[in-house]
């Protein structure tokens, strides 16, 4: 594949990585199943070309930017909450949905076989993806894009979720309640749009309306979860909506 075919294939993965990359072979070898390198019969001599060295440097780098984030962010938790927090945002299910909303199966290199069994919806292949994407966004860019992506992507994705199972979340609904009682506007009203998925991994899209023209959406792997999204969606609008004082 062309460098110039490559460039113009992957241009919406950069913006989603909000990265461009300078040594393109970074990210391609990110994007490299091993099954390919396997079927076309390039040996270790060949040097590594697929995404398993990135995959397993990416893994240590996303859980320091993890750890790094909720240490600043929740000062007062102890280290078995932040760690379960932390398991929840790095899980392989978490990062299955991250890499299905930037859309890495589209670009994967994937082998033949892989490719007729279904390896562009695999769940643990798309997860190990975005970690060798996180390290070639290190590789190529330094800490700072690799920060940047991961806490827009994956922690802000991640975190709502993760503090309603672990029950030390910032309680958007509660603090919705207070806002729409301190604007006068009317009781926040919740409703499920929509649930996809098998019942082991079901996917909910919940909205929040509160007065005429006012909604938030949020998905989530629960209810309550999608819930919490919606009424932030819905307060960070408000929040725009607020004169600056």
Known sequence: MGSRCM??????????LGHAFHDRE?????????SLCYERHIGASAGPIDN????????SILGF???EHLVS??????????????????SAAHLYSVAQKIG???????????EMSGGREKRALLA???????AAVYLDGGIQPARAFVLKQVIEEGLPDALVEQREVSDYKGMLQERVQMLGLAHPRYSTLSEAG?????TFVVEVRAGQGLSGCGEGSSKKAAGQRAARDLLRQLDDLEPRK
């Open 7 to 16: 460039r113009a294939e992957t241009e919406n993965l950069e913006a989603a």
């Open 73 to 90: 962010r929740f000062p007062g938790l102890s280290e078995g909450k932040l760690s379960k927090i932390k398991a929840h945002v790095v």
């Open 26 to 34: 970074l990210l391609i070898r990110a994007l490299t199943h091993r």
């Open 198 to 202: 098998p019942h082991h991994a079901k």
């Open 65 to 67: 930017l993890v750890s």
């Open 128 to 134: 190990n993806a975005v970690e060798a994407l996180i």
């Open 52 to 59: 398993e060295q990135l995959e397993f440097l990416g893994d």
């Open 104 to 114: 890495v199966g589209a670009y994967l290199q994937l082998g033949r076989g892989e």
